[in-house]
């Protein structure tokens, strides 16, 4: 068995710079509980109490994903780190279109933009760094999750 060490600042530079997307993505959402409440929404829809929760652990885990795949030596890195970076991105983006500007469907295309540069993230992490792209798993769920949702509040109101 190999034992890594870790390299306690670059994994704290990781998680801590995908926590501040997510900080940014809410500031751009602003109010979202009282927008929230007010939405018709599709069966299977949570109380509101249950993102903030699920989203910090799918950016911890994001962020020990990325860190597990920074610390292998391969030619394909640097893009898959680039695809990273412009999924939380658009991560960063989605609350200002779909909760201040109320644009569902713009809000589901957006999604399905995470949610494909996320599976091709995984996928070829999987032949680099197994960890890593076990840990997006429950992020490409929960975006699924997340798309119906999304299109149900866009059908529904």
């Known amino acids: 068995m190999v034992i890594r060490t870790i390299k306690l600042k670059k994994l704290l530079l990781y998680v801590g ?16 509980e009282q927008i929230y409440a007010s939405l018709n929404k599709p069966t299977l829809s949570p109380p509101g109490i249950v993102f903030p929760i699920v989203w910090s652990i799918l950016y911890l885990l994001m ?36 909760w ?38 429950p992020y490409i769920v929960w975006l699924l999750f997340a798309l119906y949702l999304n299109i149900g509040i866009a059908v529904l109101n």
């Not at 710079?17 to 979202?32: D, E, K, M």
């Not at 599976?119 to 997006?136: E, G, P, Q």
């Open 17 to 32: 710079l995908t926590f501040v997307f997510g900080v940014i993505g809410a500031l751009l959402g602003g109010g979202t």
């Open 100 to 137: 201040r500007l109320q644009a569902f469907w713009l809000a589901a295309v957006i999604i399905v933009a995470i949610l494909t540069l996320v599976i091709i993230i995984t996928v070829r992490a999987l032949k680099i760094n197994k960890l890593s792209a076990y840990l997006f798993i």
């Open 63 to 98: 962020g020990l994903s990325a860190y597990f795949l920074s610390n292998v030596r391969n030619s394909e890195i640097s893009d898959l780190l680039k695809l990273y970076w412009i999924q939380l991105i658009l991560n960063a983006l989605w609350p200002l279109v779909f």
